[in-house]
């Protein structure tokens, strides 16, 4: 054991999954892998387990837009029990790898591919060990032994040469259990399995929202079809007060799920790593946002959309924001989502992309891994103008998501209020919450709702909240922070307030959240110096850096880049 590179691998969800298979594909037997899961089983991790759905949740993603496993997502649906299939309602004979799955069932496969992954590991010869039903507590980096030190809740410590943090989704609990029916965010879902009889509020518009939707309308009313096949609901007579509330920035709700044509990974139309390398260095050291967008997104249209291409070729990014918006804005939410209902099952059924919105998608992809090489000023811009509508737009809530939001708007208990970028939310000592915020007339509002809940999506979390105090305790790892262009810009955010500091040589820095990484996904120390040993695949952590919350591209995307720095 001396002799063979010593991994650990932090988290057995689907980073871990993509890390292991990485791994295991190299067939180095020279290697000695540790698997550190919370839980009982691998591969699901919390979003496909009982920790982030219930039977009514479904995947936002289709079997052609996983990368490869073990097996295809096609294959091992004819694998599994007709008890299962039934209970799920999946026909094995008529399922293909355009169609979603429910979340728990996805994770089900999650956990057959690690299985399988470890019976090749065996094959192979590749030592690896797996440690249920364990925490971490710590991770201390030893760089006088070129080793780190792995503690557990029991105290236990174990040595490695190499640690490859694989923690998956925090939801922190700041309110939620102190305050009744107040709830940081929806998950485990099985806390809302509450019967109400008065509105609930719910922050955002996300699938996150949607999640919470789904849960709380099973226990307060029933869905039907229709002679004609369309879904109703009827809420209980017993709950005759029973409302969600969705308030939102924009009063806006995610786009509907249409026929995506590429895979992000596969897209041959984006810039290489060595022409963003190119670009940088010719650059002053960054990245523009104003050549990615043009590069990345629009170019790839000009060829597949030239109708659309002629309309934003003279558009800079905010006006093409602006006008995007612009459309959404002029219609009510839910009409708008009845539209593009209509519109993605024409996509669907002619498995037709609608490719303004697919490159959108593969435009936030693409920006994730070199975002952090942006100015301060375009981070503000991206977070400010492109970010809230890549949330909208390439959300993709699912089919049966848009039908029974549809469903509940039209029974009533369903709407949807703009609150815009002000507003704010206080706990209520006696339960639930008060929203703050002034309304589309501007008047000034302060409502009490009995139930709370947060449904923003995971948070990015800050540097502070790295749960392995020894990197923050020894200075292993350093606040993310990016750089202004311009002294005068720098100045000017520190001015009004903004988190900006500024070195000894008078630049100007914005810090972001999370912790410093490097291209490879190493952390960086106070020094600005890479670390060998750790390396960070946790995305509530690195979202400063990496501000994209790709799934299981991502997953996919940097086990890639990890591997090839491990290998060296």
């Known amino acids: 054991m001396k002799d063979k590179k ?61 990368p490869p496993l073990v097996t295809s997502l096609n294959d091992w649906v004819k694998t599994i029990s007709k008890d299962t299939l039934d209970k799920y309602h999946i026909d094995a004979a008529r399922f293909n790898e355009y169609k979603v799955l429910p979340r728990l069932l996805f994770g089900q496969y999650l956990t057959a591919q690690f299985d399988l992954l470890q019976k090749q590991a065996r094959e192979t010869g590749v030592t690896y ?115 969600m509330v969705m ?86 939410p839910f009409l708008l989502l009845k539209a593009e209902y209509a519109e993605a099952e024409r996509s669907i059924k002619h498995k037709k992309s609608i490719y303004w919105k697919e490159m959108l998608g593969v435009l936030s992809f693409a920006l994730n891994y070199p975002a952090k090489h942006l100015s301060a000023e375009d981070m503000q811009r991206l977070q400010h103008s492109l970010t809230p509508l890549i949330s909208i737009v390439i959300a993709y809530i699912p089919q049966s998501s848009s039908e029974e939001l549809l469903a509940l708007h039209q029974a009533g208990v369903l709407e949807l209020i703009p609150v815009g970028e002000e507003s704010m939310v206080e706990p209520h000592e006696g339960g639930g919450a008060i929203y703050n915020y002034t309304d589309e007339h501007k008047n000034e509002q302060s409502v009490h709702y009995q139930t709370y809940i947060d449904c923003i999506g995971q948070p990015h979390l800050a540097f502070e909240d790295l749960p392995f105090k020894s990197l923050i305790e020894k200075r292993t790892v350093t606040p993310a922070k990016l750089k202004f262009q311009s002294a005068d810009e720098g100045l000017k955010a520190m001015n009004s307030g903004k988190p900006v500091s500024k070195d000894e040589q008078g630049d100007y820095y914005l810090k972001v959240a999370g912790i410093t990484i490097n291209d490879n996904f190493q952390v960086m120390d106070a020094y600005g110096s890479f670390n060998e040993r750790i390396y960070m695949m946790a995305v509530p952590y690195i979202g400063g850096y990496n501000p994209d919350y790709s799934g299981l591209d991502f997953s996919e995307e940097v086990s890639g ?3 090839e720095r491990l290998m060296v």
Request: hydrophobic share 35%.
């Open 129 to 243: 060990h797996v440690r249920y039903n364990t925490t971490v507590s710590d991770i201390i980096d030893r760089p006088e032994k070129s080793s780190v030190i792995i503690e557990t809740e029991d105290g236990e410590q174990s040595e490695f040469d190499h640690v490859i943090i694989c923690t998956g989704h925090n939801w922190p609990r700041k309110h939620e259990g102190s305050v009744p029916n107040y709830f940081d965010s929806p998950y485990p879902p099985v806390k809302l399995a509450l019967k109400l009889n008065h509105p609930v509020a719910i922050k955002g518009s996300s699938l996150t929202a949607v999640d919470a939707i789904r849960t709380l309308a099973r226990y307060n009313g029933t869905f039907d079809k229709d002679k004609n096949g369309k879904l109703f609901y009827t809420p209980f007579a017993s709950h005759p007060d029973f409302k």
């Open 247 to 332: 308030h939102t920035r924009n009063g806006m709700l995610p786009a509907v799920r249409f026929h995506l044509e590429d895979s992000h990974l596969l897209n041959d139309s984006l810039l290489s790593k060595d022409e963003i390398k190119d670009h940088i260095k010719a650059n002053d050291g960054f990245l523009s946002l104003d050549y990615i967008f043009e590069r990345d997104f629009k170019l790839p249209i000009q060829e597949k959309e030239p109708e659309f291409y002629e309309k934003i070729k003279d558009m800079r990014l905010e006006e093409f924001v602006d006008n995007m918006m612009a459309l959404r804005e002029e219609l009510d």
């Open 561 to 563: 880049i990890i591997i």
């Open 6 to 66: 010593r991994i650990a691998i932090l988290g057995g969800g689907p980073s871990g999954l993509f890390m292991f298979k990485r791994l295991v594909n190299t067939g180095n037997t020279d290697l000695s892998i540790t698997i550190f899961e919370r839980k009982n089983k691998l591969g699901s991790g919390m979003p496909y387990s009982a920790e982030g759905a219930n039977d009514e949740h479904i995947t936002n993603v289709s079997g052609n837009e996983i």
